[in-house]
C-alpha cells in the first residue's frame, strides 16, 4: 500500500467514525478517487488533511468533511442527473460519477483558467463527465431538467434558474448566506406545485457564487 492510499484510508476511517460517510456509495467513492490528483503539485502532500486547500486564481479544493457531508445529503444514486455549479480542481465532479455515472454529470465553471485545471485533472484521471465554461449562477439549460444541482460555492441566494432547472421531486444543495464568510448549508426538495422544502445542515464557509445571479465580481 502506499503512502497516499495508507493516508487515504485513515481519512476514510475518520470521516466514517464522525458519520461525515455513512453510506456505502459515498464510501467507495472517495476509496476510487484519489484527492491528490486534483490539487497543485506543491501541495500533493497535504492530499489527505481534513482542510481546504488552495488551487489558484483564488479558489479552493473543500475539506473531505464537508464534501462527504454534501454528499451524503444529496442521496446520490447511479442513474440521477447532476448539474454540479463550480467545477472548481474536478475532484467533487469524479466523487459525482462515482457514484451516479459520468454520463449523467455535468458541472460548470466560470473562471477559464479553472475550467482548463479541473477539465485537465478529470481527463487525466479518466473521467468523461461534461464540463461547461460558463456563469453557473444561470444553471445549464441545455441539459435540462436535473435530479440534483450541487453548488461547491456559496450564494446570497438560490437562483430561480436552478429552481426552473430541477425536476419534480429533485434537490439543490448549496451553501447559502448574505455574508461572504459564513454561509449555512441548505437542501430544498421541489415539490409537485413547484414550491419548496428547505432543510438546513449547519454552517459553512465557501468562496462566493460570482455571476449574473450570484455575487458580482470580486
Known amino acids: 500500500m502506499s503512502i497516499s ?30 484527492r491528490s490528483n486534483f490539487i497543485p503539485q506543491n501541495l500533493k502532500d497535504e492530499a489527505y488533511k481534513d482542510v481546504p486547500l488552495p488551487i489558484g486564481w483564488g479558489q479552493t479544493i473543500s475539506a473531505p468533511s464537508m464534501i462527504a457531508l454534501m454528499l451524503e445529503v444529496s442521496q446520490l444514486k447511479y442513474g440521477i442527473k447532476v448539474l454540479e455549479i463550480g467545477t472548481g480542481s474536478g475532484y467533487n465532479a469524479a466523487l459525482i460519477a462515482e457514484i451516479c455515472g459520468e454520463e449523467n454529470v455535468v458541472t460548470i465553471e466560470r473562471i ?53 432547472q430541477l425536476k419534480e421531486g429533485g434537490m439543490i444543495i ?36 460570482v455571476g449574473e445571479d450570484g455575487w458580482k465580481e470580486l
Open 5 to 34: 492510499d495508507e493516508s487515504r484510508n485513515k481519512m476514510i476511517s475518520y470521516l466514517e467514525k464522525i458519520r461525515y460517510i455513512k453510506s456505502d456509495s459515498v464510501k467507495n467513492a472517495f476509496l476510487k478517487v484519489d
Open 112 to 164: 477559464p483558467e479553472v475550467y482548463q485545471f479541473g477539465m485537465e485533472n478529470l481527463k487525466r484521471v479518466g473521467y468523461n463527465v461534461k464540463i461547461v465554461l460558463g456563469d453557473g449562477t444561470k444553471g445549464f439549460e441545455e441539459d435540462a431538467p436535473y435530479d440534483r444541482i450541487i453548488a461547491t460555492a456559496a450564494a446570497p441566494e438560490i437562483p430561480k434558474s436552478w429552481k426552473d
Open 174 to 209: 448549496a451553501p447559502v448566506g448574505k455574508e461572504r464568510y459564513y454561509q449555512e448549508l441548505l437542501v430544498l426538495k421541489k415539490n409537485r406545485d413547484g414550491t419548496f422544502d428547505t432543510n438546513k445542515y449547519g454552517g459553512c464557509i465557501f468562496v462566493p457564487l
